[in-house]
């Protein structure tokens, strides 16, 4: 079965320098029949002007992933860590005991896109972590490219998440197809990046998503040029 959650259903904040779209409830957004699917709790596609970002700010018990779309995204965190990542860059934090950080566009004058993920972790008070990895557009064009994996099964050279997920990316070409098998007592969450997918027969645009339950395979089918997608592959 799927339940399709439209982009432009989704919550919105503007607040100048961020133009954010929730896919679930968050901050100032709330909306009790979208809280989250599974232990997914936040995909906000984050638009952010030049010169914009976020200060310094704490986060504790949650795993956290950022999927660059446009430009560029600096990090700083009180782990020690600090990066500019880019489009095919991926990055998790694991917040577990408490860690502050800040992200802001590496330019003064280009937009920078980028999706925010926020998934439950397997247990609270863990030890907090960053990781991040570069995956090529032509390992992701055309297949499921395996970019987070959880921690209990890692493989693939994908980032380790300590939660029982794992994300897929993928850039289609219009026409070109990938599937992938849901095993059993497993859901999915689709998000469609940019472009226009068909998933199991089911339209999908930019910025919508989709929850996938009760069924076996996941087959999408590129709509668009250069459709970018995320599978998140999920405990039901």
């Known amino acids: 079965m799927l339940n399709v959650r439209r982009a432009a259903e ?3 904040a503007d607040f100048g320098w961020l133009d954010s779209r929730h896919t679930f409830s968050f901050g100032e957004y709330y909306d009790p029949a979208h809280m989250g699917f599974s232990i997914l709790r936040v995909i906000n596609d984050d638009r952010v002007a030049g010169g914009g970002g976020f200060p310094t700010h704490p986060h504790r018990d949650m795993e956290i992933v950022s999927y660059v779309l446009e430009g560029a995204l600096a990090h700083r965190d009180s782990l020690g860590s600090g990066a500019t ?3 095919g860059d991926v990055q998790r934090m694991s917040a577990g005991t408490g860690v502050r950080h800040s992200e802001f566009n590496a330019s003064r004058t280009d937009a920078t896109r ?3 993920i926020w998934l439950l972790p397997e247990r609270g008070g863990l030890k907090p972590g960053y990781e991040q990895k570069n995956f090529p557009l032509e390992a992701r ?3 499921l490219r395996l970019i987070v994996a959880s921690n209990r099964n890692p493989r693939e050279g994908a980032l380790a998440i300590q939660t029982d997920a794992d994300i897929y990316a993928s850039v289609l070409d219009e026409g ?7 095993a ?3 859901c999915a969450w689709v998000q469609v990046a940019r ?9 999908l645009q930019e910025g919508d998503g989709a929850a996938v339950t009760r069924e076996r395979t996941l087959a999408l089918t590129g709509r668009a040029p250069q459709s970018e997608i995320l599978v998140f592959d999920l405990p039901a």
Do not use: M, S
Not at 176 to 182: D, E, I, K
Not at 195 to 203: E, H, I, Q, S, T
């Open 184 to 186: 059993q007592e497993r």
């Open 10 to 12: 989704r919550g919105h």
């Open 195 to 203: 472009g226009a997918v068909a998933l199991n027969g089911v339209d």
């Open 141 to 143: 064009r055309n297949a």
């Open 176 to 182: 070109a197809g990938v599937t992938h098998a849901l």
């Open 114 to 116: 980028f999706l925010q």
């Open 85 to 87: 990542i880019f489009p």
